[in-house]
């Protein structure tokens, strides 16, 4: 860190000028001589002449290097948010603004670390002021916060491939790595999702045995399912499917880094058009708010003779009064059963053919599993026995293994995911 001796009447200057770095300590060296702690890289050969000039003769002034500066307390114990802010407070007066409460608002208190790149949230910088202080707020926020690239959050768009609209404010790109239960991961922060909340899935994933089993993941994006099957749960084989190009150049890295990519076949383009049938012992169907519209692509691609096991992940809203409002050709199953503990009164509201549907899944009640999700477990269950008896043209048996949630978006609503194990009724025992 610079420093300027001696002290005298520097401090006042110092602080004038703006430069005077406020965290650290004035320091007395072994020598005798003052050090006072400046902001690195702002002082100028013509402040340096300006306080020389106003020195008592015989002392002067020299910029040099403290090896360990003491910070003031406040500064120490200071959490990266209030530093943050303090340096920007600094950078604003400089410019000679007005620091103000707009701007203590705007000023972020979280956000993501990928490495050397940290991710704003799209709540903060918000005021116009920040505009005018182009470049440099970039790094002052980079510096005080470690980093070497700056980007800041947008809305995910709907448009299908969950594009989000990232902006890189500081660095040349949006590449960044990440390792994540021994799997390593690179993405490029303005093309693709990055779904951190899936975590406790992908630890699922990963403890599963799955020896000599193809499994095809409808949704793979970079691969955040794919390689915990892969490199840990011992698949055999994946068909990887993905739309979003960017997700799909990244998942090809990821297999690299991983050393699986002979592994994987990866599908690019809309998996509704898939070629591959009969081929599956599981399907991974990550897409939320819901993945129904690849049910029956699942169900194409999910082993004919052994039949397999299906990931379904969706949102399920637990709050009965809003699920009644949902249209009715989203829910047909569920309605069925929807305010009612199966009776079969309430199962007549319902055509024959649907009812019959619902007797034949097995039904397992887990614990800690509200009543709305069983419910759409069983609906989900139906759906997929019609789908495949429509398909084969032979009877087909649904069993209910697990129904978790990964997260929670809003106190009623939850990320879920139902394993589905699903076999043609004459296929072997499994
Ligand atoms: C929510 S991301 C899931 C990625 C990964 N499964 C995860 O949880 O991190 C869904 C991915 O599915 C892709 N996708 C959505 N619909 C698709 C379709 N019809 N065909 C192929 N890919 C699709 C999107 O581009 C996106 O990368």
Known sequence: ??????????????????????????????????????????????????????????????????KKPIPFKAARAQSPAQKLCGELQHLVACFGGRWSEELEHDVPHSWQRHGDLVMLSKDCFKAALWEELGSELWETVASSLRARRLAKQGRVSPDGVRTPTVSLLLGHDGWVEHMDNGIRYTFDVTRCMFSSGNITEKLRVASLQCPREVLVDLYAGIGYFTLPFLVHAGVAFVHACEWNPHAVEALRRNLELNGVQDQCWIHPGDNRQLELRDVADRVNLGLIPSSEQGWPIACQVLRKDTGGILHIHQNVESFPAKALQLPCGLLKEQSLCNGQEDSGNQRNHGSPETADVMDSVQKIQFTGTRPEWQRWAEATGAQIRSLLEN??????????????????YAPHVHHLVLDLECRPLQAEPH
Request: with cysteine; charged share 20%.
């Open 391 to 408: 398909l084969h043209g032979e009877p087909w048996t649904i069993n209910i293994l697990h129904i978790k949630p990964v997260k929670s």
């Open 1 to 66: 860190m610079p420093a300027l001796s001696p002290l005298h009447t520097s401090g006042e200057y110092l602080e004038g000028a703006r430069i005077l770095d406020v965290s650290h300590r004035v320091q007395k060296l072994p020598d005798g001589t003052v050090a006072l702690p400046v902001l690195e890289g702002k002082l100028t050969e013509q402040h340096l002449q300006d306080l020389r000039g106003s020195m008592a003769p015989g002392t002067t002034c020299i910029l040099s290097w403290i």
